[in-house]
């Protein structure tokens, strides 16, 4: 599960550091928008991934 977590953590990682290349070069301003709304999609993945991730392991430490 922990793996798990941690390729679907690194793919996010990942596309939102792709974003943020793409925000920053020369885009239109329709573009620039759909990118930022894609950017703060991931980023709220990205963040509930952290926590569950935290929560499994801190459930991990606690049954043992």
């Known amino acids: 599960m922990i793996d798990r977590n941690q390729k679907?953590?690194?793919?996010?990682?990942?596309k939102i550091?792709?974003?943020?290349i793409r925000i920053n070069q020369t885009v239109q301003p329709q573009e620039e928008k759909r990118l930022?709304?894609?950017?703060?999609?991931?980023?709220?993945?990205y963040y509930l991934l952290r926590k569950t991730i935290k929560n499994s392991q801190e459930a991990l430490s606690s049954s043992r």
């Open 17 to 20: 550091r792709l974003i943020l």
């Open 8 to 14: 679907l953590e690194d793919l996010l990682s990942d």
């Open 36 to 45: 930022t709304q894609e950017l703060e999609r991931l980023c709220e993945q």
